[in-house]
Nanobody, 126 residues
Framework: VQLQASGGGLVQAGGSLRLSCAAS????????MGWFRQAPGKEREFVAA????????YYTDSVKGRFTISRNYAENLVYLQMNSLKPEDTAVYYC????????????????????WGQGTLVTVSS
């Protein structure tokens, strides 16, 4: 079982990027998927999550209205569309997956996720 994140790069402030996470799991629909990020010198933090059904999405306050998480069941992909990027969005972004049924407050806890991708670097220049 693997998660492979891609799509990072260098972008100017105000620009957009779309991150992808390919999940090589047999029961993709059973997983809640999340995106986390870690900026230099900082702890890893929650960015967004989407339930196994795709019906519910959750975001940290700093990205609400700018980022959108979605999933493609046919191709076992999870996306993070990032618009209006800011220099403070600069970080390594990780996708993660869990089969646990989590309450909303637990979705932001990295310890609740069992599977992790390798990370993709997003750099936003001012």
């Amino acid at each position: 079982v693997q998660l492979q994140a891609s799509g990072g790069g260098l972008v100017q402030a105000g620009g957009s990027l779309r991150l992808s996470c390919a999940a090589s799991v047999r029961t993709f629909t059973a997983y809640t998927m999340g995106w986390f990020r870690q900026a230099p010198g900082k702890e890893r933090e929650f960015v967004a999550a989407i339930r196994w059904s795709g019906s519910k999405t959750y975001y940290t306050d700093s990205v609400k209205g700018r980022f959108t998480i979605s999933r493609n069941y046919a191709e076992n992909l999870v996306y993070l569309q990032m618009n209006s990027l800011k220099p403070e969005d600069t970080a390594v972004y990780y996708c993660a997956a869990t089969r646990r049924v989590l309450i909303i407050s637990a979705l932001a806890l990295d310890r609740e996720y069992d599977l992790w991708g390798q990370g993709t670097l997003v750099t936003v220049s001012s």
